[in-house]
């Protein structure tokens, strides 16, 4: 089994910045892709962003480009997204995702793997 387990959610100011991670373990696949989603009440889950398994390979959904940036450690089987200019309309629950075949892809039923959340919410 693969458990994902995401952190670094919480409540901040517009214009505030936050720092998500997300940790794989357990069954490992060589050269996952990574992707993180969003979720806010009465919404449809949504992509925010992915990346490769080098890192070389990046993508990201219109309205968070240059604000939210996904990189990721190998060596420490965890993935993050730094996300700053926070917007009241980022507010969401926030998950991690893999992709055991890594493609660097934004249609979310295509993910293999899924975290269960972290809240991120942010005031006006």
């Known amino acids: 089994q693969v458990q994902l387990v995401e952190s670094g959610g919480g409540l901040v100011q517009a214009g505030g910045s936050l720092r998500l991670s997300c940790a794989v373990s357990?069954?490992?696949?060589?050269?996952?892709?990574m992707g993180w989603f969003r979720q806010a009440p009465g919404k449809e889950r949504e992509f925010v962003a992915a990346i490769s398994w080098s890192g070389g390979g990046t993508l990201y959904t219109d309205s968070v480009k240059g604000r939210f940036t996904i990189s990721r450690d190998n060596a420490k089987n965890t993935v993050y997204l730094q996300m700053n200019s926070l917007k009241p309309e980022d507010t969401a629950v926030y998950y991690c995702?893999?992709?055991?075949?890594?493609?660097?892809?934004?249609?979310?039923?295509?993910?293999?793997?899924w975290g269960q959340g972290t809240q991120v919410t942010v005031s006006s």
């Open positions: 995702a893999v992709n055991i075949r890594g493609r660097v892809i934004s249609t979310y039923d295509l993910y293999d793997y």
């Open positions: 357990g069954r490992t696949f060589r050269n996952y892709a």
